[in-house]
């Protein structure tokens, strides 16, 4: 079963920050989160993943509460395109399998 | 970044028939996974595809409803036997090499009438 616990929608404006929030209040140590995101009928695209620390590339930033148990993944400027299901994903770095939830779908609006 | 092509993209099949669904990476991968996404649902992982033995199903999923080959390190072909308008969905294949990102394919749209 996935670990993972988000809300089922979220409205963001265009140009506006878009933050996603993701509950994983029974994470191990040695897990991952993993942000995902699947625009419409599509293949799941990566965007980011971390252990404990906050991260940032060119798509997105992850907040990871010091405690571990839940995450924020921002996008900081959202587009139009960055309509999409978005997905956290708790994983063990030493294993393979991508257990999904129900995810966020995500509208950004003009 | 592995490339995953799949064929067909999408296939309208009678009921009671089944089909083949091909996986073909642009490098070797040493994991490859088989999803299916119902109607307006999220992915549920179908199996690892292992080379050179037989594939690990997840709850739920048998092998002979879905048989699935891996010949060789860059592909896998997914089997849905005997079909029924229940198993309309889109099956996607997945790479992950170790400790990296999973990488999807396009999926593959399946219609059963």
């Known amino acids: 079963d996935a670990k993972t616990t988000q809300p089922t929608s979220m409205d963001c404006a265009e140009g506006r920050a878009a933050n996603l929030p993701c509950n994983h209040s029974t994470i191990s140590g040695n897990e991952y989160v993993y942000w995902y995101r699947q625009i419409h009928s599509q293949g799941p695209q990566y965007i980011i993943h971390g252990l404990k620390n906050n991260e940032t590339n060119e798509m997105a930033s992850l907040i990871i509460t010091e405690d571990r148990k839940s995450s924020t993944l921002i996008l900081p400027h959202a587009t139009l395109r960055d309509t999409a299901v978005y997905y956290c994903?708790?994983?063990?770095?030493?294993?393979?399998?991508?257990?999904f939830g129900t995810g966020t779908r995500l509208q950004v609006f003009p | 970044s592995a490339v995953i092509s799949q064929k067909p993209s999408r296939d309208i099949c009678q009921r009671g028939t089944s089909l083949t669904i091909q996986c073909q990476v642009d490098?070797?991968?040493?994991?490859m996974f088989w999803y299916r996404q119902q109607p307006g649902q999220s992915l549920t992982l179908i199996a690892t595809?292992?080379?050179?033995?037989?594939?690990?199903?997840e709850s739920g999923f048998v092998i002979d409803k879905f048989p699935i080959s891996r010949p060789n390190l860059t592909f896998s072909t997914l089997t849905v036997s005997n079909m029924s308008p229940e198993d309309s969905s889109i099956y996607l294949c997945s790479v992950v090499e170790v400790n990296t990102e999973a990488f999807f394919g396009q999926g593959t749209r399946l219609t059963v009438v």
């Open positions: 994903i708790v994983r063990a770095y030493n294993t393979d399998k991508l257990i």
């Open positions: 490098s070797q991968v040493t994991m």
């Open positions: 595809a292992n080379q050179g033995s037989e594939a690990t199903y």
